[in-house]
């Protein structure tokens, strides 16, 4: 191979690597806010937004910059530089998230803000790298179209490798911190490679320092306790960590489940029945009521997170054959060894909810269905269509029943409408029920019911006091969440082609009601 041909083929090798690593940090980057923002249609628009700016931008620069006559030591340059970016992320993320806590700003403003700050310059500095090199290849080879063909295809490729490999083997083993501190590790080896330090004593001791730098920034980053990882464990799906609550007078530790940023369940050691969360307790209440005077029961739990309202159920009165289907394995291995979980009675299946209902024997029904996998202002919006509320319908018994809760507003609740909407027209009885009934626009946590036999509630009216530990009442809404809120015309009946979500959601992520 005569010299040409290897500086195609470096440049070609250092286009590829450097593509591969921008999408790694773009990945990267909604685990890293996650634990601030949460993870949704918003966070990941302004990743997306955000780093295609900036790769836009560094693509003009780089050409501008090749038609001035660029040098392989410009590129190599350009490649530390971002190396540098890259590994400065973990000081900005600690430094910008507490500043703009302190703010108090949207849910997207956060998301965007961080996005920016902590991203827009990696993608700015590697944009700028394609052009460079690609100029510099075609000043060795006649064969334009093919030179130029040839860096957009690797570009691209290592785009695609770059994801794969950071959402399915990279994030899961080695955690979002460490996958950005070894991103700018591999840019700075790019970037020395193609400097080439053993050409000159010169490049030698530039070389030498770049990495000596390097080396002090790793050290720092891995030794400075405020710069560590929030997460315990990292998951294709979760960033998750267990909280010490401190010990209850006579139930013993008291732990919380925390996935990204949402605290999704708080379990007792010693009592399982005992429900910090008023939701939950709610839901047990109406889950019992329900049912009452039966024997035994046959419940299937949409989502397990902190397995706190399965523990509960399968540790009340009445035998209860429980099927949980949680979507992320390490969050069942997190409850089964943090929180006081025995799921050996369980049937646990890892994989989505609906996909696992529609795989279920054709015969198989369930007293009880439980809605528990919306993830704080997240919510899949297949589990919310009147397609699948009518597979829920042809899974529960004659009597039974289905229970959710639901983050949104109050008293808009547009996406709560547009859900009771969906479920009425599937059930005959839907009910939606609030611990505290605000007074001005919150946000809030609904229970709704649906079912096709009413829930016995002893005449308490729309007042539901419970009978469960710790003593506490709820009041039914479904009056004023039926019809369009004031000033709204309406919301959609929510199905597979047309479920709005986050449209119905969205003062939740673009005003402050939403943190």
Request: charged share 15%; net charge neutral.
């Amino acid at each position: 191979m005569n010299a040409d041909r290897r500086r195609i083929a470096l440049y070609a090798a250092t286009v590829f690597v450097s593509s591969a690593l921008l999408l790694v940090l773009e990945i990267v980057a909604a685990r890293l806010i996650a634990p601030h923002v949460g993870v949704s249609l918003y966070t990941w628009s302004a990743v997306i937004g955000v780093v295609l700016a900036g790769l836009s931008i560094g693509n003009a620069i780089g050409g501008a910059w090749a038609d001035r006559r660029a040098s392989t030591d410009s590129a190599a340059g350009v490649l530390i530089a971002s190396g540098f970016a890259a590994l400065a992320i973990p000081w900005l993320l600690v430094a910008t998230a507490a500043r703009l806590h302190e703010m108090q700003l949207s849910i997207l403003s956060t998301s965007l803000a961080l996005v920016l700050v902590l991203f827009f310059l990696p993608a700015l500095l590697i944009g700028i790298v394609t052009p460079l090199l690609t100029t510099l290849a075609l000043r060795c080879s006649r064969r334009t179209g093919h030179i130029v063909g040839m860096m957009h295809a690797l570009g691209a490729t290592g785009s695609i490798v770059g994801t794969f490999a950071a959402a399915w083997w990279l994030i899961p083993v080695l955690g979002s911190r460490d996958v950005v501190l070894t991103s700018g590790g591999l840019l700075l080896l790019c970037g020395l490679v193609l400097l080439r330090p053993v050409a000159s004593p010169t490049r030698a001791m530039a070389g030498a320092l770049v990495l000596a730098v390097a080396a002090a920034s790793l050290w720092v980053v891995v030794a400075t306790p405020a710069l560590a990882s929030p997460c315990e464990r990292e998951s294709s799906y979760f960033c998750i960590r267990t909280v010490d609550e401190g010990e209850h007078p006579q139930l013993g530790r008291v732990r919380s489940l925390v996935l990204d940023h949402l605290l999704h369940g708080t379990n007792v050691e010693n009592d399982g029945t005992y429900l910090e969360a008023p939701y939950v307790q709610l839901m047990q209440e109406l889950m019992c009521r329900h049912h009452h005077d039966k024997a035994s029961l046959r419940a299937f739990f949409i989502g397990g997170g902190a397995y706190t309202q399965p523990r509960a159920l399968w540790l009340a009165s009445m035998p209860v054959d429980i099927t949980v289907a949680e979507l992320d394995p390490a969050v069942t291995a997190t409850a089964r060894e943090e929180l006081f979980v025995d799921d050996s009675t369980m049937h646990v299946i890892h994989g989505d909810a609906r996909a696992t209902l529609a795989r279920l024997p054709p015969g198989e029904r369930f007293d009880i269905i439980v809605g528990d996998a919306f993830h704080d202002v997240s919510v899949p919006y297949h589990l919310v269509t009147r397609e699948f509320a009518a597979q829920l319908r042809g899974r529960l018994d004659r009597d039974g029943i289905y229970v959710l809760n639901l983050v949104d507003t109050f008293p808009t609740g547009r996406l709560a409408r547009a859900l009771v909407k969906t479920l009425q027209s599937e059930f005959s009885h839907v009910d939606v029920w609030l611990h505290d009934v605000p007074l001005s626009e919150t946000r809030v946590t609904y229970v709704i019911s649906a079912s096709n036999a009413p829930t016995p509630l002893a005449g308490n009216g729309d007042r539901l006091r419970g009978v469960t530990r710790p003593t506490r009442s709820w009041e039914r809404v479904t009056q004023r969440l039926q019809g369009p809120a004031p000033g709204d015309d309406g919301v959609p009946l929510l199905t597979d082609d047309n479920a709005p979500v986050e449209q119905l959601i969205s003062s939740l992520f673009t005003t402050g009601v939403g943190q």
